[in-house]
């Protein structure tokens, strides 16, 4: 399972507040992904080639001499005198970040990358993705309610399984908007103070 180009440029931009290099980098946006997903090396560099090449990160590579690189192949040189290039996001970089999350995904896929952009996002933003994504996994619990009435033991099992975990994420959801000031979330869908 692979993750979206957008989401994994946003996931890159979100990383790269100070100077890192692509293996570091790659590292940091694995965890941030989960164990279920891989990223690739493959996936990463052109990702990081379309960002620089919208002015959205910068390359360097460091004066003074850094650690050697692995060879890449078994005839080259393990002394390779390969640079170490490292990546950082850019003022407009920072500009398109957190413009570009709030149309973030909050999606199945999606959500682990999104919540861990969240503290780059503006209050508003964050309070308008948690509020979408409630708004999924209510309409996904909802959808629940006719496998609950099965006959099948499996599939009423399954259903239970997938309301307790709904139910779950609504509390944890609820939880996030309410510190994050948003209004206090109770029942149905979220509904805005009058004012």
């Avoid at 950082?88 to 999350?101: C, D, I, R």
């Avoid at 006719?146 to 259903?159: G, V």
């Avoid at 509390?171 to 994050?180: E, R």
């Amino acid at each position: 399972m692979g993750v979206r180009g957008s989401m994994l440029e946003l996931a890159i931009l979100g990383e790269l507040q100070y100077p890192l290099h692509g293996y570091e980098l790659r590292k940091r946006l694995s965890r941030a992904i989960g164990p279920l997903r891989r990223l690739s090396f493959g996936s990463l560099y052109p990702a990081l080639h379309r960002l620089e090449e919208r002015g959205l990160i910068r390359v360097t590579s460091p004066t003074s001499p850094g650690p050697r690189m692995p060879a890449k192949t078994p005839t080259e040189s393990t002394s390779s005198t390969r640079k170490l290039v490292l990546y950082q996001v850019t003022p407009v970089g920072t500009e398109y970040l957190t413009a570009s999350l709030a149309g973030a995904d909050v999606d199945d896929e999606a959500l682990p990358l999104t919540i861990g952009l969240m503290s780059k996002a503006t209050p508003a933003t964050r309070l308008k993705l948690l509020k979408e994504r409630r708004e999924q996994v209510l309409a996904r619990q909802e959808a629940g309610r006719e496998a609950k009435q099965s006959k099948d033991f499996w599939i009423r099992s399954k259903a239970e399984l997938d309301s307790q975990q709904a139910q779950s994420e609504l509390d944890w959801l609820d939880q996030l908007i309410q510190s994050d000031g948003g209004p206090a979330v109770q029942g149905g869908p979220a509904v805005e103070p009058s004012k």
